[in-house]
């Protein structure tokens, strides 16, 4: 078995409640900017639309299809055209606060505190996410939890991006770690479980919903608690 010494974890969707932080934050902008109005029958079909976009525009990003400027830029505009409405109809203000206000959001996965709190007492914990440099800083504040964590690696800061064999090399250069020595967490088979294991790392698929996949991780949790009877 290896000596851990360094646990690397990914943030959106894996400490970081994305989903449901993002949800309450577009709940939020539909009834202050009176979306219904513009003719969006309802906030579900608003967040669905706006979900699919999202992914697809983080797609294109991650492969470098597009920049963050048109990723946080136009989605709202993008997501108008999916629903049917002129992209014009966007109201001024609405891509700002989300982008303001939404990394502002503080909902964490269940016992994400008490894990990393255990977890702190015996290893060397960092953030490795392919999120925006400002933005990743703000929720780890606002979450409570950016003292837990000795490096914070952003691909957006670093230039390259999980799955990119050199973000991993990045990370261990930062935190002066041996590939023995390291253990990436997170939620994405692809990005985080894949990548980090091509680059000779271990890894844990955290997997909340329970989704059926065929990527070999080395452990795989469905709740972070846990994590404390792995390391
Ligand atoms: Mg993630």
């Known amino acids: 078995m290896k000596e851990y010494r360094h646990i690397f974890f990914d943030l959106d969707n894996t400490l970081w409640d994305f ?7 577009l709940l939020e902008l539909f009834e202050k900017h009176d979306l219904q109005k513009l003719g ?44 049917g409405l002129d992209p014009e109809l966007v109201p001024a203000g609405l891509s700002h606060d989300y982008s303001m206000a939404g990394p502002k959001r503080s909902k964490l996965f269940p016992h994400a505190k008490e894990t990393l709190q255990y977890l702190s007492a015996k290893y060397k914990l960092h953030i490795l996410s392919n999120g925006f440099e400002e933005v990743q800083h703000v929720k780890l504040q606002s979450s409570g939890i ?10 957006d800061k670093a230039g ?62 469905n709740g972070l608690e846990e994590l404390k009877k792995i390391l």
């Open 160 to 221: 390259y991006k999980k799955p990119d064999l050199k973000i991993f090399e990045h990370a261990l250069k930062a935190a002066s770690a041996q590939l023995s020595e390291v253990i990436m967490i997170g939620d994405g088979l692809e990005v985080d479980i894949a990548g980090a294991r091509d680059a000779g790392w271990d890894t844990v698929f955290f997997n909340p919903l329970k989704l059926q996949h065929e990527q070999k991780a080395t452990y795989e949790i």
């Open 40 to 83: 969006i029958p309802s906030f579900e079909f608003f967040h669905e639309k706006y979900v699919e976009r999202n992914i697809m525009m983080w797609e294109q990003y991650r492969h470098n299809k597009i920049d963050k400027e048109t990723l946080r830029g136009k989605r709202f505009e993008f997501t108008f055209w999916d629903m």
């Open 146 to 155: 950016h003292h837990f964590f000795e490096n914070i690696i952003t691909s």
């Open 19 to 25: 989903e449901s932080n993002s949800r309450d934050m």
